[in-house]
T-cell receptor, first 114, second 113 residues
């Protein structure tokens, strides 16, 4: 069975500081991995995805994530936080594409301090 | 290109009632997935529909059912509502193969009293 663990339900950074949101996954087959962002009272927006191509994946809004099979991790980073990055972030795993039985983590709330 | 839309935005129902939520897929997408997101939690996969057939189901009881129509729009029906059904219900559309991406609607906030 697949699962996702996001370490830290809340992360607080200063504007301009590095953002690091942690995600570890469990999957019995090569996974497809995703990071989504959710702003208050909105649906989810895809930030980036890993689908067995390059292990370093670049997404929108300056975010990127690195797939590390040996560590079963897919951590999300951004070099310099902006106030507009404050939101809820979800890591997700699927064993195939098209949203099939996608499993989401519990989410990490990112706070950005001025 | 029209994105994923959901209706209604908010809904209040009484325990024991039935509810129908609606979703219109993004243009060109033939697959719809439904998720339940309880407050403070990540979305949980309810089921997926492809070509009007249920194509996979998460750990939800049979009182959660769905339909997909020829135009790929979809409905989520929940019978015998319970207080724990209060949540944000998200619909996501995608193609069955290829891009691996889901596009989410804004959700329907269901409150059961």
């Amino acid at each position: 069975a697949q699962s996702v663990t996001q370490l830290g339900s809340h992360v607080s950074v200063s504007e301009g500081a590095l953002v690091l949101l942690r995600c570890n996954y469990s999957s019995s087959v090569p996974p497809y991995l995703f990071w989504y962002v959710q702003y208050p009272n909105q649906g989810l927006q895809l930030l980036l995805k890993y689908t067995s191509a390059a292990t370093l994946v670049k997404g929108i809004n300056g975010f990127e994530a690195e797939f590390k099979k040996s560590e079963t991790s897919f951590h999300l980073t951004k070099p310099s936080a902006h106030m507009s990055d404050a939101a809820e972030y979800f890591c997700a795993v699927s064993d195939r594409g098209g949203g099939f039985k996608t499993i989401f983590g519990a989410g990490t709330r990112l706070f950005v301090k001025a | 290109e029209t994105g994923v839309t959901q209706s209604p935005t908010h809904l209040i129902k009484t325990r024991g009632q039935q509810v129908t939520l609606r979703c219109s897929s993004q243009s060109g997408h033939n697959t719809v997935s439904w998720y339940q997101q309880a407050l403070g939690q990540g979305p949980q996969f309810i089921f997926q529909y492809y070509r009007e057939e249920e194509n996979g189901r998460g750990n939800f009881p049979p009182r959660f059912s769905g339909l997909q129509f020829p135009n790929y729009s979809s409905e989520l029906n929940v019978n015998a509502l319970e207080l724990d059904d209060s949540a944000l219900y998200l619909c996501a559309s995608s193609t069955y193969t290829g891009t691996y991406e889901q596009y989410f609607g804004p959700g329907t906030r269901l409150t059961v009293t």
